[in-house]
């Protein structure tokens, strides 16, 4: 199973970035995709997750309205677009996948994972 991050790099404050998460092994399809981050220092936290519909998707409050997370099952990758970046979003992103039914928001909750991308938002 892998999980290939990319889309990272340097950004000003205010700009926008586009991450994408590729797929390939996964037993079968139906897996919940997220999105995680983490800071220097702090620990890893959520941001977004999608269904395998599409449909259903949640997000960080520190990151709705601002980050959307997306999916395209027929290529096996997801996304996530990132507007009015700010310094607080300077961070490794991972993606993740999971079957589980288990809180989204948790990282024990997922059982893939990709190498992570870094996000640089400079002020």
């Known amino acids: 199973v892998q999980l290939q991050a990319s889309g990272g790099g340097l950004v000003q404050a205010g700009g926008s970035l586009r991450l994408s998460c590729a797929a390939s092994?996964?037993?079968?399809?139906?897996?919940?995709l997220g999105w995680f981050r983490q800071a220097p220092g702090k620990e890893r936290e959520f941001v977004a997750r999608i269904r395998w519909n599409g449909v259903s998707k949640d997000y960080a409050d520190s990151v709705k309205g601002r980050f959307t997370i997306s999916r395209d099952n027929a290529k096996n990758t997801g996304y996530l677009q990132m507007n009015s970046l700010n310094a607080e979003d300077t961070a490794v992103y991972y993606c993740?996948?999971?079957?589980?039914?288990?809180?989204?928001?948790?990282?024990?909750?997922?059982?893939?994972w990709g190498q992570g991308t870094l996000v640089t938002v400079s002020s």
């Open positions: 092994g996964l037993p079968f399809g139906g897996y919940v």
């Open positions: 993740a996948a999971t079957y589980s039914i288990s809180p989204y928001y948790d990282p024990e909750s997922y059982q893939y």
